[in-house]
């Protein structure tokens, strides 16, 4: 019941559907019966004294409130309300049981607001003549009627019936409504599926064919002779204005107009008369003409409904996967379930991918003019021969990502300064800001982008498919014309968290275009740089596949010592290097200091910014005096040729405070440290990253050198910051994390320091994974707080798993595994197993005078333990 009237338009509340658990029943029901009639289901339970139906319509009929009473089944009903009229449902068809319902709803008809027709004149209204100004039964059409045969496949759309009808009942005057939506979305099906769903509400319904204006005044007077209001040989012009007349005097009719394009051109043809108006259209600029309606894609059940029901052999899963590939819009799914009768799913997914044009051109419905292809062609040669730069910026993001691209972020002066500016016509476009605004309306009016706020999105298979119907030509223009888009909208440095907002709208573009494509070095210097600001934000392993395609793709194409090459080469470094391939990182930064070096000189800014990368990869490595030795170096030269304020020199001097402190010279590294972090925070500001990894180290300097309370305090502000600037889950936020639990177990807070332990390493495992070094650094620690608590054999299974770990994720001789291998040896010690740590401390020491030298601070210590288990016992 509930179905029926919200189908037919009827604002509907059930409890069943609105009201939920935990809410007042009675006050619910009373708030209901205060805005609207109560339709009462009479049957034998309804009337059944022990449910609550009794207090419901007993309060009703004592509050003399308006209500419908229809039967569902026979039945006696109490002597009160026997004289109410009630409307048999049962027994009849679905059709005549939902005319009976609406009928009895409805109420009477009332008086007719015209005389009735003289017996034997033939004077009754034109319009009762060819149907009636009554509803009339479901199912029948109106006699004026000339819409599209009915789609026996529609499927969904429901909640969108259901508003559409909704916004045009809820208004007294002439209501339009325009349907708008990318092409093949279903805008013309879901208004021929309105005008039958609901053509019991219409007197006429007349289907106009909206595309060539110039023929809207022929199909209108065709209407005009429908009615009768005009003869057949009644000039054009007359017919239409006869037509205003008589549909003035009428409310119920609905005229379609399908596929308008201009509002301003159709805006004449649409009458002033109290009925109703849809337009379809892939124009959304309808605002002074009509109520947009945004007529979207179909939810994923729909589209698999869709396909399941044409092709019945079609798996659920085979549907999901194939709605998903073709972002479930309608004509793509209608012409993909037609194709599926020659291929198998995997098949024409395969299609899809390899070209989605040829995927698309076959199976088009026999309704519908062009298949997707098709259409994707035919206008953009439409669009082309109207306004050509519109085209060439659509052909440029046919390469670039399916989201929206902020084309308000292509400076002109961006534009200028790219390599060959001069001689294209995108810069010249971008230039003008007239122009720009000329072309995103002609964009947006053909309905092939969204436009919005300066930005225009193409869909992700127009997209696809006008990719793949590009000429030779057309690609490498449209290629020179990406990279000009992108190079223009680059957002500035990457490793500065006041450009990270504009990175958000260029990134995906930047990512998603090929290499290849990338034609001028601007661009390249972007999309390397794209790479580098997911590396600020701790996503280096979503990133290494793409500089590795970049680094791969321009050294075939450009050579190695290009300075494109370079830059590839120095980002995919850093990428191999926070994921943990240490060594491929050392052998790609040493290749590139030589290339640069050569090519160059020793002293050119970007040689020394690849030997202080190197510096660092070395440390990483846990080759300390060699990172100190070029560290040194290279600080150096940059002091003399950049100045101590550079940036550059800055990160330098903070990677030799890391090297300093790893190598026990503890008071060098905060001379270092905190000297740098002072230039950092005037040059960079306090929140820059850079300036907070300092700050970090720092902290741990300061802790190595007892002073727990200021390293706690560091902490804790530089870890505020970061959580603001990067994010709880940032690496370098997780890493003064595990250093903040440290400085709890050394203020004796040992508890505190386990439980935080614990929380930031299942952090770091989910994040960084389980064998990322600082997961491991955190895990070490962790194990010594479980000793301090007593939980020795815990401590030393977790101890074991991390040096196991380590020794092959770092390897056997890096100072990190050595210092793994000192606490478990503590932990053998502690169980009594003296023979095991004596042995192991043994190992540990050897291996630490090698790498670390005699007189490092952890080789002594080392020593002394050593000298501890070999002591003989005595007895007491």
């Given at each position: 019941m509930a179905w029926q009237l919200q189908d037919a338009g009827y604002e509907v509340e059930l409890d069943v559907w609105h009201w939920g658990a935990g809410e007042n029943f009675v006050l619910r029901m009373n708030q209901a019966l205060e805005q609207g009639r109560m339709v009462a289901l009479f049957s034998e339970a309804y009337f059944d004294t022990a449910r609550f139906t009794t207090e419901?319509?007993?309060?009703?009929?004592?509050?003399?409130?308006?209500?419908?009473?229809?039967?569902?089944?026979?039945?006696?009903?109490?002597?009160?309300?026997?004289?109410?009229?009630?409307?048999?449902?049962?027994?009849?068809?679905?059709?005549?049981?939902?005319?009976?319902?609406l009928r009895a709803?409805?109420?009477?008809?009332?008086?007719?607001?015209?005389?009735?027709?003289?017996?034997?004149?033939?004077?009754?209204?034109?319009?009762?003549?060819?149907?009636?100004?009554?509803?009339?039964?479901?199912?029948?059409?109106?006699?004026v009627w000339n819409l599209p045969s009915r789609n026996a496949g529609f499927t969904g759309r429901d909640e969108l019936l259901v508003e559409v009808r909704t916004r045009l009942a809820d208004t007294r005057q002439v209501a339009v409504l325009a349907l708008n939506g990318w092409g093949g979305v279903g805008k013309t099906q879901l208004a021929i599926e309105y005008a039958y769903r609901f053509s019991g509400e219409y007197e006429l319904a007349w289907w106009v064919r909206a595309e060539d204006t110039a023929l809207i005044p022929e199909q209108l007077a065709a209407l005009a002779v429908a009615t009768g209001c005009a003869r057949p040989d009644t000039p054009q012009a007359e017919a239409v204005a006869a037509l205003g007349v008589e549909l003035r005097t009428r409310a119920r009719?609905?005229?379609?107009?399908?596929?308008?394009?201009?509002?301003?051109?159709?805006?004449?043809?649409?009458?002033?008369?109290?009925?109703?108006?849809?337009?379809?259209?892939?124009?959304?600029?309808?605002?002074?003409?009509?109520?947009?309606?945004d007529v979207a894609v179909l939810a994923r059940a729909e589209s698999v409904a869709l396909l399941q029901d044409r092709t019945r052999s079609l798996s659920e899963g085979d549907a999901d996967r194939l709605a998903a590939a073709l972002d479930d819009l309608p004509l793509a799914l209608v012409q993909a379930a037609e194709t599926l009768t020659a291929f198998t799913p995997d098949q024409y997914l395969a299609l899809l991918e390899r070209n989605a044009s040829e995927a698309t051109e076959d199976g088009t419905p026999p309704d519908y003019p062009h298949s997707l292809a098709a259409?994707?062609?035919?206008?953009?040669?439409?669009?082309?021969?109207?306004?050509?730069?519109a085209a060439d910026l659509l052909r440029a993001c046919a390469l670039l990502a399916p989201e929206p691209f902020p084309l308000h972020a292509c400076t002109p002066a961006g534009a200028a300064g790219v390599d060959g500016a001069n001689s294209s016509s995108m810069a010249g476009m971008l230039s003008d800001t007239r122009a720009v605004r000329r072309v995103l309306t002609v964009v947006d009016r053909f309905g092939l982008a969204r436009v919005v706020g300066g930005t225009f999105?193409?869909?992700?298979?127009?997209?696809?498919?006008?990719?793949?119907?590009?000429?030779?030509?057309?690609?490498?223009?449209?290629?020179?014309?990406?990279?000009?888009?992108?190079?223009?909208?680059?957002?500035?440095?990457?490793?500065?968290?006041?450009?990270?907002?504009?990175?958000?709208?260029?990134?995906?573009?930047?990512?998603?275009?090929?290499?290849?494509?990338?034609?001028?070095?601007?661009?390249?210097?972007?999309?390397?740089?794209?790479?580098?600001?997911?590396?600020?934000?701790?996503?280096?392993?979503?990133?290494?596949?793409?500089?590795?395609?970049?680094?791969?793709?321009?050294?075939?194409?450009?050579?190695?010592?290009?300075?494109?090459?370079?830059?590839?080469?120095?980002?995919?470094?850093?990428?191999?290097?926070?994921?943990?391939?240490?060594?491929?990182?050392?052998?790609?930064?040493?290749?590139?200091?030589?290339?640069?070096?050569?090519?160059?000189?020793?002293?050119?800014?970007?040689?020394?910014?690849?030997?202080?990368?190197?510096?660092?990869?070395?440390?990483?490595?846990?080759?300390?005096?060699?990172?100190?030795?070029?560290?040194?170096?290279?600080?150096?030269r940059q002091q003399r040729v950049l100045g101590d304020d550079h940036p550059h020199t800055l990160n330098t001097a903070s990677h030799l405070a890391s090297c300093l402190a790893e190598m026990g010279l503890t008071e060098q590294a905060r001379t270092v440290a905190e000297d740098t972090l002072a230039r950092q925070q005037r040059v960079l500001g306090d929140d820059h990253p850079h300036t907070l990894i300092t700050a970090s180290h720092l902290a741990s300097c300061l802790a190595d050198l007892g002073l727990t309370?200021?390293?706690?305090?560091?902490?804790?502000?530089?870890?505020?910051?970061?959580?603001?600037?990067?994010?709880?889950?940032?690496?370098?936020?997780?890493?003064?994390?595990?250093?903040?639990?440290?400085?709890?177990?050394?203020?004796?807070?040992?508890?505190?320091?386990?439980?935080?332990?614990?929380?930031?390493?299942a952090r770091m495992r989910r994040v960084l994974g389980d064998d990322h070094p600082d997961t491991l650094n955190t895990a070490s620690n962790l194990a010594i707080r479980l000793a301090e608590m007593g939980q020795t054999d815990e401590a030393r299974a977790l101890g074991?798993?991390?040096?196991?770990?380590?020794?092959?994720?770092?390897?056997?001789?890096?100072?990190?595994?050595?210092?793994?291998?000192?606490?478990?040896?503590?932990?053998?010690?502690?169980l009594g197993q003296t023979d095991e740590a004596r042995a192991l401390r043994e190992e540990i020491l050897a291996r630490m005078r090698r790498v670390l030298g005699d007189d490092h601070p952890d080789t002594l210590r080392t020593a002394d333990t050593l000298r501890d288990v070999r002591q003989p016992r005595t007895a007491n």
């Amino acid at each position: 019941m509930a179905w029926q009237l919200q189908d037919a338009g009827y604002e509907v509340e059930l409890d069943v559907w609105h009201w939920g658990a935990g809410e007042n029943f009675v006050l619910r029901m009373n708030q209901a019966l205060e805005q609207g009639r109560m339709v009462a289901l009479f049957s034998e339970a309804y009337f059944d004294t022990a449910r609550f139906t009794t207090e419901e319509w007993t309060a009703v009929l004592a509050a003399r409130e308006k209500w419908v009473p229809v039967r569902i089944e026979a039945v006696s009903v109490p002597p009160i309300v026997k004289p109410l009229l009630a409307p048999e449902l049962f027994g009849l068809e679905e059709e005549q049981a939902r005319g009976v319902l609406l009928r009895a709803v409805q109420g009477p008809p009332g008086a007719p607001h015209s005389p009735p027709g003289f017996p034997g004149n033939g004077g009754v209204g034109r319009l009762r003549q060819v149907g009636g100004t009554g509803p009339r039964l479901p199912g029948s059409l109106p006699r004026v009627w000339n819409l599209p045969s009915r789609n026996a496949g529609f499927t969904g759309r429901d909640e969108l019936l259901v508003e559409v009808r909704t916004r045009l009942a809820d208004t007294r005057q002439v209501a339009v409504l325009a349907l708008n939506g990318w092409g093949g979305v279903g805008k013309t099906q879901l208004a021929i599926e309105y005008a039958y769903r609901f053509s019991g509400e219409y007197e006429l319904a007349w289907w106009v064919r909206a595309e060539d204006t110039a023929l809207i005044p022929e199909q209108l007077a065709a209407l005009a002779v429908a009615t009768g209001c005009a003869r057949p040989d009644t000039p054009q012009a007359e017919a239409v204005a006869a037509l205003g007349v008589e549909l003035r005097t009428r409310a119920r009719w609905l005229l379609i107009f399908d596929n308008a394009e201009d509002p301003a051109a159709l805006a004449g043809y649409l009458p002033a008369a109290s009925g109703h108006v849809l337009i379809t259209s892939r124009n959304p600029r309808w605002h002074r003409v009509a109520a947009p309606v945004d007529v979207a894609v179909l939810a994923r059940a729909e589209s698999v409904a869709l396909l399941q029901d044409r092709t019945r052999s079609l798996s659920e899963g085979d549907a999901d996967r194939l709605a998903a590939a073709l972002d479930d819009l309608p004509l793509a799914l209608v012409q993909a379930a037609e194709t599926l009768t020659a291929f198998t799913p995997d098949q024409y997914l395969a299609l899809l991918e390899r070209n989605a044009s040829e995927a698309t051109e076959d199976g088009t419905p026999p309704d519908y003019p062009h298949s997707l292809a098709a259409q994707v062609r035919v206008n953009m040669q439409r669009l082309a021969g109207q306004d050509p730069y519109a085209a060439d910026l659509l052909r440029a993001c046919a390469l670039l990502a399916p989201e929206p691209f902020p084309l308000h972020a292509c400076t002109p002066a961006g534009a200028a300064g790219v390599d060959g500016a001069n001689s294209s016509s995108m810069a010249g476009m971008l230039s003008d800001t007239r122009a720009v605004r000329r072309v995103l309306t002609v964009v947006d009016r053909f309905g092939l982008a969204r436009v919005v706020g300066g930005t225009f999105q193409l869909h992700r298979l127009t997209q696809a498919i006008l990719r793949d119907q590009l000429t030779p030509a057309q690609h490498a223009r449209a290629a020179g014309d990406a990279s000009l888009l992108l190079a223009a909208a680059y957002p500035g440095d990457a490793s500065d968290p006041a450009t990270w907002p504009r990175w958000l709208d260029v990134l995906p573009h930047l990512l998603a275009i090929a290499p290849s494509e990338l034609i001028n070095s601007q661009a390249r210097y972007a999309a390397s740089l794209a790479c580098w600001h997911l590396m600020e934000r701790g996503n280096a392993r979503t990133v290494l596949p793409r500089v590795e395609d970049l680094h791969r793709t321009w050294t075939s194409r450009l050579g190695p010592d290009h300075h494109d090459s370079m830059v590839a080469a120095v980002i995919l470094s850093r990428a191999l290097g926070s994921t943990q391939n240490h060594s491929r990182a050392r052998a790609l930064d040493e290749d590139i200091l030589a290339r640069k070096r050569r090519v160059l000189g020793d002293d050119h800014p970007d040689t020394l910014n690849s030997a202080s990368n190197l510096a660092s990869c070395l440390a990483d490595l846990g080759l300390t005096e060699q990172a100190r030795a070029l560290a040194e170096d290279t600080l150096a030269r940059q002091q003399r040729v950049l100045g101590d304020d550079h940036p550059h020199t800055l990160n330098t001097a903070s990677h030799l405070a890391s090297c300093l402190a790893e190598m026990g010279l503890t008071e060098q590294a905060r001379t270092v440290a905190e000297d740098t972090l002072a230039r950092q925070q005037r040059v960079l500001g306090d929140d820059h990253p850079h300036t907070l990894i300092t700050a970090s180290h720092l902290a741990s300097c300061l802790a190595d050198l007892g002073l727990t309370e200021q390293a706690r305090a560091l902490a804790e502000d530089t870890l505020a910051r970061q959580q603001r600037v990067l994010g709880d889950d940032h690496p370098h936020t997780l890493n003064t994390v595990s250093h903040l639990a440290n400085r709890l177990a050394e203020m004796g807070q040992t508890e505190e320091a386990r439980a935080a332990g614990e929380e930031i390493l299942a952090r770091m495992r989910r994040v960084l994974g389980d064998d990322h070094p600082d997961t491991l650094n955190t895990a070490s620690n962790l194990a010594i707080r479980l000793a301090e608590m007593g939980q020795t054999d815990e401590a030393r299974a977790l101890g074991e798993e991390i040096l196991a770990r380590m020794r092959r994720v770092l390897g056997d001789d890096h100072p990190h595994t050595l210092n793994t291998a000192g606490h478990l040896s503590n932990r053998l010690v502690d169980l009594g197993q003296t023979d095991e740590a004596r042995a192991l401390r043994e190992e540990i020491l050897a291996r630490m005078r090698r790498v670390l030298g005699d007189d490092h601070p952890d080789t002594l210590r080392t020593a002394d333990t050593l000298r501890d288990v070999r002591q003989p016992r005595t007895a007491n």
